[in-house]
């Protein structure tokens, strides 16, 4: 009899060890493969933008943090189950999401830009927007759902990747292709003879705005992370961010009149 209670004592004391364990660690998911905010160095260790993000949310939580790799897809059933504990991977916060998951205040915003051919007259949204212009996106990508609600004169033709919309424009196929502004200006930094880059002025409601993704009803959690945002924008850690992963992007972005993450 002695002997089981002191088997069952051993069982509770590990079991209360691991879950410590557990509540100590931070496990974030994000798919390392869009530099340079999530990716991975030469020897596969992760870097970038998000990464630091979680680290230093992992230091103001004080627990130690662990990145997961997980596929775009796979993120939120990653979170949902309980495999993660949060989504940090330039999460755009959209209302379809909104009812799978929670979000924190959101932290940076992405703005589209237009890669336009060298060739073309056009120089604004409205001048793309006249029929007998082409406009090249990617199926389903937030692009594409702009080009179908504002440039209802133009013909839009649509691409199963951005490599093949980009194409497009560079021979002379089509006048321009709406995209983020960072792949933007990395594909006029691949073709700088046969494309210009057009920034463009639309509105907010627009605009792609980031946050991190929270497994509904873990409302501690989701505070916590709101106040050390806050805090971090405050103490300017996105400029310190910015330093090591982003300076060349910034002068860029200045450069063209872009509106910049953080």
Known sequence: MKLNIIIVLLVVVIL???TQKNNNKLIVGMELAYPPFETKDNDGNP???SVDL?????KYLNKEVVI????????????QTGKIDIIL?????????KRQIDFSDSYSKSL???????????NSLDDLNQKGRIVAVKQGATPFIFAQKYLTNATINSFASESAAVTEVVQGKADAVLYDQLTIFRNYQMNPNTTKIVALDIADEDVDVWGIGIKK???????????FLIEFKANEGFKEITKRHLIVEKKEFDKHDFDFFF
């Open 217 to 227: 009803g873990k409302t501690q959690l989701q505070a916590d992370i709101n106040k």
């Open 16 to 18: 209360g060890a691991c």
């Open 47 to 49: 870097i970038g933008v």
């Open 54 to 58: 979680a680290y230093e949310l992992g």
């Open 112 to 122: 589209l830009a237009m890669l336009v051919n060298i060739n073309s007259p056009v």
């Open 89 to 97: 991977s330039s999460l755009t916060i959209t209302e379809a999401r």
């Open 68 to 79: 997961e790799n997980i596929a775009w897809n796979g993120l939120i059933p990653a979170l």
